[in-house]
């Protein structure tokens, strides 16, 4: 089963920060909890966790909320991700 260890060291590296680097990572675990939970929330089967697709929306959804703008926009999710969760919940659902 893959953990949130092992997708914070998969996530940290689709931002380009080294794996021995610690100062984000309560932030970035968080990010990946609140994904996996929006996911589990969409009826995804527990077993279904594992898969790369469910990897590829943690990803999306980590980039998408990481990090402070100063500017005060809204980060939004894309629609990809939206679509992706969609295809997910309706092929991997319990």
């Known amino acids: 089963m893959i953990t949130s260890e ?3 060291i998969v996530v940290k590296k689709s931002l380009l ?3 021995a ?6 932030e970035i675990s968080t990010l990946i909890d609140s994904a996996l939970a929006l996911v589990k929330s969409t009826g995804v089967s527990e077993s279904a966790i594992e898969t790369k697709e469910i990897t590829a929306l943690v ?3 980590v980039k998408t909320f990481f990090g402070f703008k100063s500017d005060g926009a809204v980060k ?8 992706l969760l969609k295809q997910v919940a309706l092929t991997k659902g319990t």
Do not use: H, M, R
């Not at 939004?76 to 679509?83: C, R, T, V």
């Open 76 to 83: 939004e999710l894309p629609e990809a991700f939206y679509f």
């Open 59 to 61: 990803i999306i959804y």
């Open 17 to 19: 920060i080294p794996e």
């Open 6 to 8: 092992d997708l914070l």
């Open 21 to 26: 680097e610690t100062f984000a990572d309560l």
